[in-house]
């Protein structure tokens, strides 16, 4: 059965850093395409980070320079290293499994997600 | 960047009510569109990928159709458990998630 379960999230002030992991199990993330996906309070779903199985990686413009997404084959674990945060960054934070049909890509398999607030 | 637009925002519908809703992208994404239902407090579901590929587990009520820039997805006869809120996503050019569509109960 294929689970994803986030951890790390918390109330860091602004400027702080805060790592957040997704643990995998079901499937190999190293052999996927996994990405982050946030949702301020209230608010809609925003795409934040990618990597494919060959290791690329792409941002969103709001947290470009920012942000790094990673993963450890070792643990099968995605993680999100996030700097510099902002007041903005405050979201509920998924990670998920990006399938691809023929090139399409899709989200089929989601986190309960972490909640992550910045706040002085 | 490809921006998507849902309409409406919300929409009341009743049991059994056939519910449209249409998602448009800014420039031709071909078919590379997906479909979320999420409800309170839940991660997103899968609906439909590629525009119209049911996902594995979905009721057949949901059905999805477009190409290019325009997209909709219809629920045929809705259902008490289908009341949650509906995202388009583009795959095309990394991922923008549209706005959300809200069915509530009339």
């Known amino acids: 059965e294929v689970q994803l379960v986030e951890s790390g999230g918390g109330l860091v002030q602004p400027g702080g850093s805060l790592r957040l992991s997704c643990a995998a199990s079901?499937?190999?993330?190293?052999?996927?395409?996994m990405s982050w996906v946030r949702q301020a309070p209230g608010k809609g779903l925003e795409w934040v980070s990618v990597i494919y199985s060959g290791g690329s990686t792409y941002y969103a413009d709001s947290v470009k320079g920012r942000f790094t997404i990673s993963r450890d084959n070792s643990k099968n674990t995605l993680y999100l290293q996030m700097n510099s945060l902002r007041a903005e960054d405050t979201a509920v934070y998924y990670c998920a499994r990006d399938n691809n049909y023929y090139g399409h890509g899709y989200f089929d398999y989601w986190g309960q997600g972490t909640l992550v607030t910045v706040s002085s | 960047d490809i921006q998507m637009t849902q309409s409406p925002s919300s929409l009341s519908a009743s049991v059994g009510d056939r519910v449209t809703i249409t998602c448009r992208a800014s420039q031709s994404i071909s078919s590379y569109l997906n479909w979320y239902q999420q409800k309170p407090g839940k991660a997103p579901k899968l609906l439909i990928y590629?525009?119209?590929s049911l996902q594995s587990g979905v009721p057949s009520r949901f059905s999805g159709s477009g190409s290019g820039t325009d997209f909709t997805l219809t629920i045929s006869s809705l259902q008490p458990e289908d009341f949650a809120t509906y995202y388009c996503?583009?795959?095309?050019?990394?991922?923008?998630f549209g706005p959300g569509t809200k069915v509530d109960i009339k």
């Open positions: 590629a525009a119209s």
């Open positions: 079901g499937f190999t993330v190293s052999s996927n395409y």
């Open positions: 996503q583009q795959s095309y050019t990394t991922f923008t």
